[in-house]
């Protein structure tokens, strides 16, 4: 069984930093693309970043160059780093590994991001 496990996040000011630390158990490498998602209060659960096992990124346009999603094969870890935090980012941060066509999907429980205004 799979499970993954954020840590990371907590209470920043504007325009400060956090890293968002997903630990895999069993291997990263065999799980295709690990994302992280967010859902603030009242909205719907969003894409933010994800990677490929071959390294490819993607990211939604409203943390592209603030935010950084990487992932260590050997610590079975996924990262997202995220600078310039800004009151919207403010939401739960959620880890996620899934299959290229979605024959398996795995989430952590969730870490909160909180960016007063």
């Known amino acids: 069984q799979v499970q993954l496990v954020e840590s990371g996040g907590g209470l920043v000011q504007p325009g400060g930093s956090l890293r968002l630390s997903c630990a895999v158990s069993g291997s990263i490498f065999n799980i295709y693309i690990m994302g992280w998602y967010r859902q603030a209060p009242g909205k719907q659960r969003e894409l933010v970043a994800s990677?490929?096992?071959?390294?490819?990124?993607n990211y939604a346009d409203s943390v592209k160059g603030r935010f950084t999603i990487s992932r260590d094969n050997v610590k079975n870890t996924v990262y997202l780093q995220m600078n310039g935090l800004k009151p919207e980012d403010t939401a739960v941060y959620y880890c996620n590994g899934k299959g290229l066509y979605g024959e398996y999907e795995h989430w952590g429980q969730g870490t909160q991001v909180t960016v007063p205004s």
């Open positions: 990677i490929f096992r071959g390294g490819t990124t």
